[in-house]
């Protein structure tokens, strides 16, 4: 019998096959990965804040930091709704796979692995995987299939973060919780889809746009604290009770009674000679729009951590439609670093080991496009051709019909001409 040949994963580790089947990093009750977590931002300080940000870059201490991540996005509707539409953005492109030449061979491999990434399934698994985006890594376990001697990905599972850390020595690697004490171990190769998006240059840990819009989601949550806090004592006006100089003990209660229950039932009765006055604070609107103010201002830096520009989420004093699509293509620039990142990490940690476990070793292996097709100005296109090619420029006829997104008419198909003179 032959003997299967030794597979090696992008670091040079062998693959144990036996060690793909079953799931590794499920969730558990009585063991270090169950689903309970902590709630650190419920009353969280300044003081606080600082403290969970040190203590994520210390190994092991990534919790809280975590924790606080998702808990920024069930509190803050604007962060939730900007960082939504980046992962959502990109997973809705859709995944391309294109054979590594045009050889019968790699036309077989890209055809394997494109079954997979046909699945309805996919949009949803890539938006999990895009959650590195706003925690800066995320780790999704492989579920792998065997039948009828094929293996495939049954599915992805999302595990939480907090059940991962980074390597001691650099940083860079991800290491998963042990199952019962011992050491913190390195994740199986071919089991997991490890994706991790970076902000900014530095550690992983510090990359995820969390950490970056913690200050500025911290100050946000104080100040509207502040603001509900002012208008309890400003939003209604103050009433004053007037009663006569004759006016006992028991009209003075009356009058109170009046006084204190008009703003909950918008209806009192008084005694005649008695008299209710509603004064207001005219500076009261002033002061107000300073937390208004502060607030919007904080969701403009928000947009532009997480979208490049606020153009196409806030209605800005000066904007224009043109403004408007430089802003855009900013937008494009970083939905196509994001796609091609992805692309990166699912090339890495699915495409070559879907191939390799079922076809073997190979010199190239599919590529993986995540990248929305360029619109053509298909009236630009229609100017330029008229003044151009009587000038002698040669163009291609199949490369303008697929410019204009139509096929080459066979003979049984009726074509447009041009009207008689």
Not at 55 to 68: C, S, V
């Amino acid at each position: 019998m032959a003997r299967t040949p030794t597979l090696y994963d992008h670091r040079g580790r062998p693959i144990e096959r036996a060690a793909l089947r079953g799931e590794r990093t499920a969730p558990s009750i009585t063991g270090v990965r169950n689903i309970l977590t902590s709630h650190p931002a419920a009353g969280i300080t300044p003081e606080r804040l600082a403290a969970m940000l040190r203590e994520a870059e210390q190994p092991g201490g990534a919790d809280r930091y975590l924790e606080l991540a998702e808990e920024m996005e069930e509190r803050d509707l604007h962060y939730l709704g900007v960082l939504q539409t980046r992962k959502r953005q990109v997973a809705q492109i859709g995944v391309t796979i294109e054979p590594a030449d045009d050889s019968a061979q790699a036309v077989e491999d890209a055809d394997l692995v494109r079954a997979f990434f046909e699945r309805e399934e996919v949009e949803d698994e890539l938006f999990d995987v895009l959650d590195s985006i706003g925690k800066g890594f995320s780790v999704t376990e492989i579920v792998w299939e065997m039948s009828e001697s094929q293996w495939m990905p049954a599915r992805l599972e999302w595990r939480l973060p907090q059940w991962f850390d980074f390597d001691r020595e650099g940083g860079r690697y991800l290491v998963r919780r042990p199952d019962r004490g011992g050491e913190w171990t390195e994740l199986e190769p071919w089991k997991f889809v490890a994706h991790q998006t970076r902000a900014k240059s530095g550690l992983p840990i510090r990359g995820g746009l969390a950490r970056i819009a913690a200050w500025a989601w911290l100050f946000k949550t104080l100040t509207i604290k502040d603001w509900m806090r002012f208008c309890e004592a400003y939003g209604m006006p103050l009433r004053i009770g007037k009663y006569h100089e004759t006016a006992n003990e028991k009209d003075k209660e009356v009058l109170w009674k009046a006084v204190a229950n008009i703003a909950a039932d918008a209806a009192a009765i008084i005694p005649e000679g008695m008299m209710i006055e509603f004064v207001e604070d005219r500076t009261v609107q002033g002061r107000s729009e300073i937390y208004r103010d502060l607030v919007a201002y904080i969701d403009q830096q928000i947009s532009i951590a997480v979208l490049g520009q606020t153009l196409t989420t806030q209605e800005g004093d000066s904007g224009s439609y043109s403004l408007g699509q430089v802003h855009d293509r900013v937008r494009g620039d970083i939905e196509r670093s994001d796609g091609r990142q992805l692309a990166a990490t699912l090339r890495r940690d699915l495409v070559v080991p879907i191939v390799q476990l079922n076809r073997g070793m190979r010199d190239a292996y599919p590529k993986v496009v995540i990248e929305r097709e360029e619109t053509m100005d298909m009236q630009a296109l229609s100017d330029a051709l008229p003044k151009l090619v009587p000038l002698g420029l040669p163009v291609a006829v199949d490369q303008v019909l697929v410019r204009l997104g139509l096929k080459r008419p066979d003979g049984n198909d009726d074509v447009l001409a041009a009207p008689a003179a």
